[in-house]
């Protein structure tokens, strides 16, 4: 029987790579957006059901997974992709920002898991990958409300790991390094308060290290490949990285330890 995989996000960047690669690799696609309308070609391949899904919608949540087993008769994999990253200084958001990064990166990934649990809890096998970021292990300045959430979902999958393992469930995380998408446009939420004038040396240092950062990041197809073999490699392994950056960022904090690794970071920055 064909595989089917469920990708949240799926419009553009990482999720619509995704979805191209395991179309060419002969599964079917679950690909779910906000808006359906930006599905595109996808939308015209038999082999793709695209769903309108909120992650922060419990409904389209639930109707999007009740539709993908409906048209596929299961799903063998769930890719928890969507999120943004909300940047600034933590004086100059507002709390609603704030509860809107947790809403969709946290708690949104967890209500999509939460609704296909019991599918693959009856099947007795399923895999649930998430990604994350090298900001689930390292942190930039005023990302305090990105990096938190993903340090969350870094830790809420390890614990899955155990609580899901038991009924044959696997749970792996992606940690891409920087990536040539969309996230510093549509995907980036900037909050600023020019009148805070001790933050803003940090702001425009920030804004020039991402514009370098972006310049030189991995293309998205790069993920898809690292999550191609996270849904395919039939190992346990928990973590990926996904680029070069990632690689070398992972590896120092791993080496160097705290304090090291900040003062070179800061250095690197200019603070």
């Known amino acids: 029987m064909t595989k089917t995989i469920l990708i949240t996000g799926a419009s553009t960047g990482i999720g619509r790579s995704t979805a191209e690669l395991f179309l060419d690799k002969g599964w079917n696609v679950v690909a779910t957006m906000r808006n359906p309308d930006k599905a595109g070609a996808l ?3 038999p082999n793709v ?3 309108r899904l909120d992650v922060t919608d419990e409904w389209t949540i639930e109707a999007s997974v009740a539709q993908a087993i409906e048209k596929f008769g299961q799903i063998d ?6 999120g943004y990253g909300a940047y600034g200084p933590l004086e100059a958001t507002s709390i609603e920002k704030i509860r809107r990064q947790f809403d969709t990166n ?3 990934l967890l209500a999509v898991t939460k609704a296909i649990l019991p599918h693959f809890r009856e099947r007795r096998s399923g895999t649930i990958i998430n990604v994350s970021s090298i900001g689930g292990q390292i942190t930039f300045p005023l990302g ?3 990096h938190g959430t993903k340090f969350a979902v870094e830790g809420l999958s390890e614990s899955l790991h155990f609580e899901l393992e038991p009924f044959g469930v ?10 040539q998408t969309d996230f510093a446009g549509r995907s980036f939420d900037f909050s600023n308060d020019e009148t805070l004038g001790e933050y803003q040396e940090t702001v425009q240092k920030l804004f020039a290290a991402l ?5 030189n990041g991995s293309k998205p197809s790069l993920v898809a490949d690292v999550i191609w073999q996270a849904a395919t490699d039939g190992t346990d392994t928990l973590r990926y990285r996904a680029g070069a950056d990632a690689e070398e960022y992972l590896d120092n904090r791993e080496k160097f330890g705290d304090a090291a690794f900040i003062r070179a970071l800061k250095g690197q920055l200019g603070l």
Request: overall charge negative; aromatic content about 4%; proline content about 3%.
């Open 106 to 108: 946290v708690i949104g």
């Open 144 to 146: 305090t409300h990105y």
């Open 77 to 82: 994999v769930l890719l928890n992709n969507a």
């Open 170 to 179: 696997k749970i792996k995380i992606i940690e891409p390094g920087v990536i």
């Open 49 to 51: 059901l695209v769903a």
């Open 43 to 45: 939308a015209d391949n």
């Open 211 to 215: 514009g370098e950062a972006g310049n």
